[in-house]
């Protein structure tokens, strides 16, 4: 798992400067109406037409994830059954899909896999489902304990901030693909009775605590560095001033400011999430083989590649068209959160 | 199939006769791609005939158009675990072993895959007396080391003998406890590091004679001394334990130069005469062996042939299954295979211990999805559906169909319900396990064989355990798994070789290969009987009545396939030739082409 890039330096700390700043547009025919800062962003988003095509891609994507049963049910197949073994005229003596294109033809429209003989097209749908809920768990886990400890450190300072920075820099540094590696299979045999099957939520929640035991660590240390900076700010000095508590500080002063920054982390974190778990199914970690997973569909492809190119395809092209949208709406976010950091 | 190295728990296979390759190999016609068909062997050449005195003698027949010199690399997955002949069990060591390790007999294999075992340092296959307590061998003229010392009559018994000391657990023990009358042999002889000689290995310097006093009847001896655990170690120059890293040879290479896990050079052995072996050509000045590279990157490798692969061979690892149709599809590839049935089976042990109820385990054998499983493996050309225990190879196999699998391999639900119904145990939970990392393929079966089980009414766990300590797992005789992965390849062709270690209560204990646990008095007595029956062909037909009978009423195992292997070599290769004792190539008669 690599670190999520880190949103530009330059990140708007102020909404309220930003605010007043557009309405003071010239431009502007209404100048006295009043717009919220989020109104504005919307408004930049709207404009630019690559985020908004991905938007919609991965809108797609998210109801197609969700739906995938209503979806299945309707086309009549299911991910787990092995029609090729079923139906001796799917599969040649090789364990090959007959048909051209991977099998593909109107009962199985993406085709089937080799040697199982399964539903390409359905199998898909629930890896996209999979991947999808996984890595959506994770970010919302990942960002919700980022702001808390990073916002939380920079605010108190002193000997938490050391302490949680040091734990920090120990889990930026930690080598955590092989971690993966080496430790989940050990942590489900001390979980799992020695003849009972390793339930497949064991597996999802597993990956969800240990990726997010690891990722909270890079948004934290960004909240943290902007906590630092604005605590100083005058608002919050003023607000210290009035008496308020810090609970209200942190909420009300100091959290609408950091909106831009965590809104931006995570868009970014979603589709590395993605990755990573594919990433981790390929390596053998993590989900296998019966449950459907967009890893586990390339690790077989990957096998197949020479005389089935077909089943390689379809698992490699969603994926690389997903992560490339979420990206590429993660950028169009922080464009129009973030109007300063033009390019 | 590319069921990896260590498919064969025990796998100094001997049996298999060669294989129809003729076509494949360096003398050319390559056939035609087959539509869908695998385009191999489907003849079990199987048995060994005994050679006689003019067999035995060297040098082994020429090659017609083979040439002397260059440099053959045998590509593999792994290290060879063990180079110290008394340690050698496993099939893929002995694919080196056959360069430099020199037993008393030997299997002589023609072009055409016939086998012939012959006297390798003895003259003959020994002389029999009593019934099968006594064989006699005279050991040939020349014989020397690599150092050029003479090969004498007690370093044989030196490499006899050192079967009996601490540090060689891992090889056959099957002439031992033959020696002295008790399979705890380790209690009555401690190995001849203290310069005491067991009494019942006489030898005479003068005449060359090596005459061994068995305490049982052995009428297949000379067979057993054919294993490389029986291969001569010099007594001047064994290092012990120290001796696994750097053998002597005896045969025509020695080792130059091992790196562990990363390759070993074989050099010419200038010592060796080619006039004293029947068995090994000789034609390469050297053998290098690379290590690290699993079949489907060799298969890869060897498909490309950049380079020096064009003198390579996959040496043990076979065309994994996605890459057979790749292979067998172009006939400029198909040219480059050899391949040949193995005489080992592939089967999955049922736990008697816990399964107890024989008609549950007969419920298994009806259930279970053949059909699939092969197609996963590769198809037909991955090999032939197993019915019985004793494969074709082995003397006196019959066919027999128990379970009518060969009418239903996709499996009979129906069937098995029925059974299951009858002995109460619907939904009778089954902890399948196989061992996950070395091959995808038994993911994929796993997949079909849960389904399967669902289907008969039971409830199928699958625990996969990891490659690397499978067989200590299930070798465990307080696991916890019901059905077991698991694969025999006989030491020789007769049926002792499979039920002995198989199925003997006995030998039941951690580490045993009686991963079924079977410990019934009337399959022990059977076993105790046929083992000392003289006339091979009585004893074939005897092996072959238990094995039906324990098939049909105890149903122990589910065999699966005696399994047909592809391997390729590089164009510049020729000679190549499938070794059926060891699946592989047959190392000693590879050249290299002009």
Redesign the interface.
């Known amino acids: 798992m690599t670190t999520p890039a880190s949103p530009s330096p330059a990140a708007a700390l102020e909404v309220t400067e930003e605010d007043s700043a557009a309405s003071a547009k010239p431009g502007n025919p209404k100048g006295t109406e009043s717009r919220s800062p989020g109104r504005l962003a919307w408004t930049r988003f709207k404009r630019d037409r690559t985020g908004v095509i991905s938007a919609f891609v991965v809108i797609f994507f998210f109801v197609v994830g969700i739906g995938a049963p209503l979806i299945a049910k309707i086309y009549g197949k299911d991910p787990y059954?092995?029609y090729g073994?079923n139906d001796p005229s799917l599969?040649?003596?090789?364990?090959?899909p007959v048909a051209p294109n991977g099998g593909m033809s109107g009962d199985f429209w993406f085709g089937i896999d080799?040697?199982?003989g399964r539903d390409v097209f359905t199998f898909l749908l629930y890896a996209i489902r999979n991947s999808l809920m996984i890595a959506t768990a994770t970010t919302v886990l990942v960002a919700f304990f980022g702001v808390v400890i990073g916002i939380t450190a920079g605010y108190l300072g002193g000997k938490t901030d050391y302490v949680v920075g040091r734990i920090i820099d120990i889990l930026l540094a930690f080598p955590q693909t092989l971690f993966f590696i080496g430790f989940f299979?050990v942590m489900l045999t001390i979980l799992v009775a020695?003849?009972?099957?390793?339930p497949t939520w064991l597996i999802v929640v597993s990956l969800i605590t240990v990726m997010t035991a690891f990722g909270w660590a890079p948004i934290a240390r960004l909240l943290r560095g902007e906590v630092l900076a604005l605590r100083e700010r005058e608002f919050v000095e003023a607000a210290k001033v009035t008496g308020a508590s810090p609970a209200r500080i942190i909420f009300k002063e100091l959290l609408p400011n950091l909106w831009t920054p965590i809104l931006i982390q995570a868009t970014l974190a979603l589709p590395l999430y993605v990755t990573v778990e594919a990433g981790l199914a390929f390596l053998?970690v993590g989900l296998?083989?019966?449950t459907p997973d967009w890893g586990v569909m390339v690790q077989n492809a990957s096998?197949?590649y020479?005389?089935d190119i077909t089943y390689m395809l379809f698992p490699g092209v969603t994926m690389v068209i997903f992560v490339i949208a979420f990206n590429l709406l993660g950028d169009s976010v922080r464009d129009a959160l973030d109007p300063k950091a033009g390019r | 199939m590319s069921l990896s190295r260590r498919n064969f728990v025990i796998a100094t296979s001997v049996a298999a006769g060669g294989s129809m390759v003729l076509s494949a190999c360096s003398s050319g016609g390559g056939g035609n791609s087959g539509n869908?068909?695998?385009a191999g062997t489907t003849k079990y050449t199987g048995h060994v005939t005994v050679g006689t005195k003019e067999d035995s003698t060297g040098p082994a027949p020429e090659i017609p158009g083979a040439r002397k010199g260059g440099n053959i690399i045998g590509i593999g997955p792994d290290d060879f675990s063990h180079l110290d002949p008394q340690r050698i069990y496993f099939a893929w060591n002995s694919t080196v072993a056959n360069l430099y390790v020199r037993a008393l007999t030997g299997y002589k294999i023609a072009m055409d895959g016939s086998m012939k075992l012959v006297g390798d340092l003895a003259t003959d296959t020994g002389t029999m007396a009593d019934g099968g307590k006594t064989w006699t061998f005279t050991l040939k003229d020349g014989l020397k080391w690599e150092d050029g010392s003479e090969l004498t009559v007690e370093d044989v018994r030196h490499g006899i003998e050192r079967g009996f000391a601490s540090f060689t657990t891992e090889g056959a023990q099957y002439v031992q406890s033959a020696l002295v009358g008790s399979s705890d042999f380790r209690s009555k002889y401690k190995g001849p590091f203290s310069n005491k000689h067991l009494d019942s290995i006489v030898t005479d310097k003068a005449k060359k004679t090596i005459t061994l006093k068995l305490k049982v009847a052995r009428p297949d001896l000379n067979f057993t001394l054919a294993m490389h655990s029986y291969g001569a170690v010099p007594v001047s120059h064994d290092t012990k334990d120290k001796y696994d890293k750097d053998p002597v040879s005896a045969g025509p290479y020695k080792i130059a130069q091992h790196s562990v896990d990363k390759s070993l050079k074989l050099v010419r052995n200038p010592h060796w005469d080619p006039a004293t072996d029947a068995i090994r050509n000789a034609y390469p000045d050297s053998f290098t062996f690379q290590f690290g590279t699993e079949s489907?990157p060799a298969t890869d490798r060897l498909i490309a042939e950049s380079g020096d692969d064009q003198y390579s061979v996959m040496a043990y690892s076979g065309v994994p299954?996605?890459?057979?149709?790749?292979v067998?599809g172009d006939p400029q590839l198909k040219q480059r295979t050899i391949n040949g049935l193995l005489s080992g089976l592939y089967y999955y042990a049922i736990n008697c211990k816990r399964i107890t109820d024989p008609k549950v385990r007969q419920a298994l054998n009806h259930a279970w999805?053949l059909e699939?499983i092969r197609?996963?493996y590769?198809?037909?050309?991955a090999g032939d559906y197993a019915t019985s225990i004793i494969s074709p190879d082995i003397l006196g196999y019959a066919h027999q169909d128990v379970y009518g699998k060969l009418q239903k391999p996709q499996g009979d639900p129906e069937k098995a319900k029925a059974l299951l119904k009858e002995a109460g145990k619907l939904g009778q939970?089954i902890?399948y396990t196989y061992p996950k990392?070395s091959n995808?393929?038994y993911?994929?079966t796993?997949?079909?064989i849960?389904?399967a089980l669902k289907a008969a009414g039971f409830d199928p766990?699958?625990?996969p355990v990891?490659s690397t300590s499978y067989y200590d797992q299930v070798q465990q005789i307080n696991n916890?798994?019901d059905v077991m992965w698991f694969g025999w390849s006989p030491d020789w062709p007769t049926g002792y070789t499979v039920m002995q270690p198989l199925f003997d209560g006995a030998t039941i204990a951690n580490g045993s290969n009686n991963v079924s646990q079977l410990n019934v008095s009337w399959v022990n007595d059977a076993i105790k009987k046929n083992a000392v029956i003289a006339d091979p062909a009585k004893a074939g037909a005897a092996w072959e009545d238990l094995d039906k009978k324990i098939m049909t009423e105890l149903a122990p195992i589910i065999p699966e396939t005696f399994q047909r292997r592809f391997y390729l070599h590089g164009s510049k290769v020729g000679g190549a030739l499938f070794d059926p004792l060891f699946s592989a190539f047959v190392m000693y008669k590879l050249y290299v082409k002009a």
């Open positions: 059954t092995t073994q599969l040649n003596d090789f364990g090959f080799p040697q199982l299979p020695p003849d009972e099957a390793t053998g296998s083989d019966p096998k197949y020479q005389d | 869908g068909s695998h489907l299954a996605e890459r057979l149709q790749k067998l999805p699939q197609r996963i590769g198809g037909q050309a939970k902890v990392g995808d393929a993911t994929k796993a997949v079909v849960t389904n766990v699958v625990k990891d916890s798994f």
